[in-house]
């Protein structure tokens, strides 16, 4: 240890680095140097703070959906797929019945939908004793009728009742404004991936219930025709080649995303003091197991009922989005960065001047200094110190001895 630092003075060992501010006096390391702030301060409180609200708590959004069926607003008419005489080679034809809640054609509730578009009707009877319960797989039972089989009667042209409200629970937001809405399909980008776009200028502007044609659903959802093969949807199913998604059933995914932290519409709300929000329905087809209803309808308890099979259009809802509430914590956050990133341009601007700019010795030579050795500068003036008391000793010396002689 005393060997290094007899070769190595203490003071440069422990020297200490610290900032000097120094004015280069030079108009391209300034307008660089301002350039860089400039940049830094669009990015930041315009573009970011700004335009992509940033200073928003954006939390997910939640939201209570009720579906249910309504007849078509224009009454019925005759549908291709309907014939008196049932032909279940493609394309498939059988007869029609006419949407009626009390025959059990769609069945709705909280967040779902279920829309017959293919019903089969099979009539049972069998000797049960008194206080036995019937079925299906009874030993006795016997078919008495079908099975029937029908299709739904301009399926496409009901009307799905949609009834919503959005709530952000972190943020405690819930609906106070207007909701604006848009049905959407998934377009496929030529740069890969896929984007939402409006589907045939649908949309919905009121506090009431949306109004959704089934075919428009369909449509968003790229099924716009029932009776196709459904080759790819069956696919590994043990079903017959020639069924069709009418004689089949689906499922669509209704996803409901909503919105308020687009920058016109959070600006707009700002402004007139508002809190209007924003939503899409997005459908999408999803692939399941096979999806259908059954139900036993008794005529005569016990011996004597009508089993109800309906296949036909599941739609499952789900709530997605994004709501946004102004939060300081945010804002505060976001101008810290600020001022990080500001300082972050002093030194990149430093960095250029020291070390590739055409002037960097001339700029490194007046940004660093080598002070002198402070522990040098101690010693000698303590020894100054010494000298400057030696020689008042010694004028003192002499006037006491001049003093003496007189």
């Given at each position: 240890?005393?060997?290094?630092?007899?070769?190595?003075?203490?003071?440069?060992?422990?020297?200490?680095?610290?900032?000097?501010?120094?004015?280069?006096?030079?108009?391209?390391?300034?307008?660089?140097?301002?350039?860089?702030?400039?940049?830094?301060?669009?990015?930041?409180?315009?573009?970011?703070?700004?335009?992509?609200?940033?200073?928003?708590?954006?939390?997910?959004?939640?939201?209570?959906?009720?579906?249910?069926?309504?007849?078509?607003?224009?009454?019925?008419?005759?549908?291709?797929?309907?014939?008196?005489?049932?032909?279940?080679?493609?394309?498939?034809?059988?007869?029609?019945?006419?949407?009626?809640?009390?025959?059990?054609?769609?069945?709705?509730?909280?967040?779902?939908?279920?829309?017959?578009?293919?019903?089969?009707?099979?009539?049972?009877?069998?000797?049960?004793?008194?206080?036995?319960?019937?079925?299906?797989?009874?030993e006795d039972a016997t078919i008495i009728s079908g099975p029937s089989e029908f299709f739904t009667q301009n399926v496409e042209d009901h009307i799905i009742s949609i009834d919503h409200s959005p709530i952000s629970v972190d943020l405690g937001l819930s609906l106070e404004g207007?909701?604006?809405?848009?049905?959407?399909?998934?377009?496929?980008?030529?740069?890969?991936?896929?984007?939402?776009?409006?589907?045939?200028?649908?949309?919905?502007n009121s506090l009431a219930a949306d109004h959704l044609k089934v075919g428009d659903l369909l449509g968003a959802a790229n099924l716009k025709d029932l009776d196709v093969l459904a080759n790819e949807y069956l696919a590994g199913k043990n079903t017959s080649a020639h069924e069709t998604y009418r004689y089949y059933g689906l499922d669509v995914l209704l996803i409901l995303n909503y919105d308020n932290t687009r920058f016109e519409l959070y600006w707009l709300n700002v402004r007139d003091n508002t809190n209007n929000m924003e939503y899409q329905y997005r459908p999408y087809p999803i692939v399941k197991l096979d999806d259908f209803l059954e139900e036993t309808v008794y005529i005569h308890y016990p011996d004597r009922w009508v089993q109800v099979e309906r296949r036909g259009i599941r739609i499952t809802t789900q709530v997605t989005g994004t709501l946004g509430g102004f939060a300081f914590q945010t804002l505060l956050i976001q101008l810290t960065t600020a001022l990080a990133l500001m300082r972050l341009a002093t030194t990149l601007v430093d960095m250029a001047a020291i070390h590739v700019l055409p002037r960097k010795l001339l700029y490194k030579g007046a940004k660093y200094q080598l002070t002198e050795d402070f522990s040098d500068l101690m010693a000698a003036k303590k020894r100054d110190a010494e000298e400057e008391k030696k020689r008042s000793n010694g004028a003192n010396t002499d006037n006491e001895m001049h003093t003496i002689s007189i």
């Open positions: 240890m005393g060997g290094y630092f007899s070769r190595h003075d203490p003071d440069d060992v422990f020297s200490y680095n610290t900032i000097k501010i120094v004015t280069i006096r030079d108009r391209y390391l300034g307008v660089l140097h301002h350039g860089f702030q400039l940049g830094i301060f669009i990015y930041i409180v315009i573009y970011v703070i700004f335009i992509q609200l940033a200073f928003l708590d954006k939390q997910p959004a939640y939201g209570a959906i009720r579906l249910a069926l309504l007849s078509p607003s224009s009454g019925y008419s005759v549908s291709p797929y309907c014939s008196a005489t049932p032909n279940l080679s493609f394309p498939q034809k059988l007869p029609c019945i006419a949407h009626d809640k009390d025959k059990g054609i769609s069945g709705a509730g909280q967040g779902n939908l279920f829309i017959t578009t293919h019903l089969t009707l099979t009539e049972y009877s069998a000797n049960c004793t008194a206080g036995a319960v019937c079925d299906v797989s009874h207007e909701l604006e809405g848009q049905l959407q399909y998934q377009k496929s980008s030529d740069v890969g991936g896929h984007t939402w776009e409006q589907y045939n200028g649908i949309t919905y």
